[in-house]
Nanobody, 122 residues
């Protein structure tokens, strides 16, 4: 049983930064790919960043150079550093995990999800 709990969201001004955290519990076997998604009101959920079991990241074009995904395997925590935030980054951000390796542009097949943390940029 995998449980994911996000934290770190908040309200910031454009150009500001936030760091999101996702505490994972359960079988590490099931975390060959961990990712962050976001969903803005009235829009579809989109993949933002993913990281594989070797720590190799990949990003959506909209966040490249601004967001950084990382993880602390010893603490079972996934992070997303959000820099140079824009109003269009406003969304609910979700942590997700799957036991299939990450592939660039492959945002499907994630069975495990957190409850989300809100990011608002004004």
């Amino acid at each position: 049983h995998v449980q994911l709990v996000e934290s770190g969201g908040g309200s910031v001004q454009a150009g500001g930064s936030l760091r999101l955290s996702c505490a994972a519990s359960g079988y590490t076997y099931n975390r060959n790919c961990m990712a962050w998604f976001r969903q803005a009101p009235g829009k579809e959920r989109e993949g933002v960043a993913a990281i594989d079991g070797n720590g190799i990241p990949n990003y959506a074009d909209s966040v490249k150079g601004r967001f950084t995904i990382s993880k602390n395997n010893a603490m079972n925590i996934l992070y997303l550093q959000l820099n140079s935030l824009k109003p269009e980054d406003t969304a609910m951000y979700y942590c997700a995990a799957r036991n299939v390796w990450c592939r660039v542009g492959d945002w499907g097949g994630f069975p495990y999800w957190g409850q989300g943390t809100q990011v608002t940029v004004s």
